[in-house]
């Protein structure tokens, strides 16, 4: 069916999409789930149009299909990314002895359960296998499923192949089989009544363990009450949590076996409703559900399982559906029949095709990569897979070579261990595990507090733990009356107006008790009309701005006072209310530029002073820091302007992505994820020596979530 082929390609491009972090595809690692929906669809299909076309599974000759079916790509991936590793440890990086075992072995979601490997810290210091963990939980599907469906089915067997018992003439009657095939929905069998009861009692099975595997995910995850703690990692690679999507293919495929006629106008209809509202239910699971909302691992996965579900019955009992049309057009027809490939191969060319050695990005950078992945997922398709799978290729010659290419690849992957320890990696994937995360603490005003709205989302993806503290008005110059246009108005708290200390004292707490390892800065009401000691000043007159430099001297002394990385960014331009010219006072170029040349100034005056006590010796930055434990602060600038407002004037739109909220100022969560892909990484590498060295500390309290109170108030919907 050519349906089930679109329905594949659409996953893997989810997948894929996920991995480019496009802001607008949060949730696309569901598209694993779709694969897993089929995967449970088809193989109970086929095991009971086998069992009720002979009575029995030849379990031998099932798993000789299997294995010639998925072997010889993975064979070959692996026998790549050992030689790979081998020759160039930083093209894909290496992945250790044992995560190699455990792809072979299928069980490499064990292992990364074991490793307690972020599966969304995608550039985590990655392994290029670390896709294989869902070949792992397809692999022991097939090994187990066929025996429970066997022992179901067959136990007793109070029915035989091709015959049933007519209870009005006490004799046999002679029948084709005693099930339909639900591959053939368009062919009316009749059922035999000892196996439909059988298949039922399997139904009730089935549909029972998906329910119990949703709950024990939402039990393991964050927020279930799992004793010892929640593990991420145990609730995304753990079988038992993913057998869900698993179990609702094969419970569609026994409903379908039970039906034993075709569909009929109203069924078609009734599914086809059916398989438009999970088209929908899929693109909005994909689109705004990431892995961090807690219905992701309470009923996300579920869902997504179910969602997926009605578009395949669709598919099988009414291919001449809108939504089967649809999936069945030529290029994605094409693309699913290669899927398997395509998944293969995507994640090790991710890695190697990358934005420092490409200097592409977004859209162009995954054209490329995708590009790429189907030339080699196409060669692997004609040349290797489908030789072997219609045996066009004497057993011998698979027999030998693949052994020959597994101790190879160890050979290689043992080899380049101890190269890799002197490889320098970009630092954008060396992160740390996701148990121990780098802390980042995100402290300003609202424009601070609107950017890490978007920010949040994709923290985890690269092993940070965000910690989003901005407060309107907060500001490190909002000392007593601010100004925007010609409205006047008090600090926010924390800031209270007449006490410039309150703001410092508050963070000065958070960094005692969080102890984070990155520290950023953004304060866009340091451009407005401030009162300072009276009289009203703003940036670009001496006074004001001998006061500013002095404010965020105090401020980073004291964000960096236990030695983490002050980022200042540096401040975009802005259109209040979209306004015409002229612009208001607080969104003139030339507030911005000199706000930013302040900037730059007073974090090269702090480099310059640490600099100099460091090479006045030991003693000296012990007398420096003696009595309190704290440290000499460093200090850096992130050009988050140059990034967003490129060519010097303002712009909501960028990419195609709306950057800012209506009002011209604060982020949009979407914005804020278009700024996460460059930032983080470097916040990432700002805070490794710290994060190493000075583990421990905590969030006082609860750790608030990463998008404010405040955000709804904002015209950013």
């Not at 960028?654 to 914005?671: K, P």
Request: aromatic share 8%.
């Amino acid at each position: 069916m050519t349906g089930l082929d679109g329905i594949r390609a659409f996953a893997v491009l989810a997948v894929m999409g996920v991995h480019q972090e496009f802001g607008w595809l949060p949730g696309g690692f569901y598209g694993v789930d779709a694969f897993f929906v089929l995967s449970g669809f088809l193989i109970t299909a086929l095991l009971v149009r086998e069992l009720a076309g002979t009575g029995t599974v030849r379990l031998g000759a099932f798993w000789a299909r299997r294995a010639r079916r998925l072997l010889p790509a993975l064979v070959l991936l692996v026998v790549v990314v050992g030689v790979a590793a081998a020759v160039d440890p930083s093209l894909l990086g290496v992945p250790s002895l044992p995560g190699l075992a455990a792809t072979l072995f299928y069980s490499a979601n064990w292992y990364f359960v074991g490793q307690h490997v972020n599966y969304f810290a995608v550039f985590s210091a990655p392994s290029p296998l670390l896709h294989t963990w869902s070949l792992a939980i397809e692999e022991q599907f097939y090994l187990v499923w066929p025996l429970v469906v066997l022992a179901v089915l067959a136990a007793g067997r109070g029915w035989r192949r091709g015959r049933r018992r007519d209870p009005r003439r006490g004799g046999r009657e002679d029948h084709r089989a005693p099930l339909a095939d639900p591959l053939s929905p368009g062919d009316p069998l009749a059922p035999a009544g000892g196996l439909r009861r059988r298949v039922r009692w399997l139904l009730a099975v089935t549909v029972a363990g998906a329910g119990l595997s949703a709950l024990w995910m939402a039990h393991l995850a964050p927020g279930g009450g799992a004793p010892g703690g929640a593990d991420p990692a145990r609730a995304y690679y753990g079988t038992d949590c993913r057998a869900q999507a698993i179990l609702v293919g094969a419970a569609l495929a026994l409903l379908l076996a039970l039906r034993g006629r075709p569909a009929g106008r109203r069924t078609r209809r009734v599914v086809g409703g059916v398989a438009v509202a999970g088209a929908a239910g899929t693109v909005a699971l994909w689109r705004l559900v990431p892995e961090t909302s807690w219905l992701a691992f309470h009923g996300g996965f579920l869902l997504a399982a179910l969602a997926a579900a009605a578009v395949v019955a669709q598919v099988a009992v009414a291919p001449a559906g809108l939504v089967s049309r649809v999936l069945s057009l030529r290029p994605l027809a094409a693309l699913g029949r290669i899927s398997y490939g395509v998944y293969l191969w995507y994640w090790p060319v991710t890695l190697a095709v990358s934005e420092d050695r490409t200097h592409l990005e977004a859209y162009a950078l995954f054209a490329v990569r995708l590009a790429v992945t189907v030339g080699i997922a196409t060669l692997s398709y004609l040349v290797v897979e489908q030789p072997i799978r219609q045996r066009r290729v004497s057993w011998k010659v698979p027999a030998v070579a693949a052994p020959a290419g597994l101790a190879a690849a160890m050979l290689a992957t043992a080899v380049a261990v101890p190269a890799a320890a002197t490889v320098p990696v970009p630092s954008a994937r060396v992160l740390s595990a996701a148990d121990h995360p780098t802390k980042v603490l995100l402290v300003g005003d609202s424009a601070a507090g609107s950017l890490g709205v978007g920010l949040g989302q994709l923290a985890s993806r690269y092993g940070i733990q965000l910690m989003n503290d901005g407060d309107p008005g907060c500001s490190l110059s909002v000392d007593q009356m601010m100004k925007t246009l010609w409205y006047t108005l008090p600090p926010g708290r924390p800031c209270r107006e007449g006490d410039p200390a309150a703001l410092l004292a508050r963070w000065r707490h958070v960094v005692d008790r969080y102890n984070p390892d990155v520290v950023v800065y953004l304060g866009r009401s340091d451009l407005l009309d401030q009162q300072v000691d009276g009289r009203w000043e703003h940036i670009g007159q001496a006074g004001f701005d001998r006061y500013l430099a002095g404010r965020l001297r105090q401020g980073i002394g004291v964000l960096g006072a236990r030695g983490a990385t002050v980022v200042l960014l540096t401040s975009p331009y802005y259109d209040t209310e979209d306004t015409p010219h002229p612009p208001w006072p607080e969104d003139q170029p030339v507030r911005v530029r000199e706000d930013n040349a302040l900037l730059r100034q007073v974090a090269a005056e702090a480099d310059r002073a640490t600099v100099a006590r460091a090479a006045t010796g030991p003693a000296a930055a012990a007398v420096a820091s003696s009595g309190s434990g704290r440290q000499d602060p460093k200090v850096t600038v992130f050009d988050l302007g140059g990034l967003v407002t490129p060519g010097g004037h303002f712009t909501s739109v960028l990419g195609g992505t709306t950057l800012r909220c209506a009002d011209g100022v604060h982020f949009t969560a979407a914005g804020g994820a278009f700024v996460a892909r460059k930032l983080l990484p470097v916040l990432v590498a700002a805070g490794r020596a710290h994060h190493r060295e000075h583990p421990g500390g905590r969030w006082p309290g609860t750790p608030p979530p990463t998008t404010p109170a405040w955000w709804d108030r904002l015209p950013c919907g």
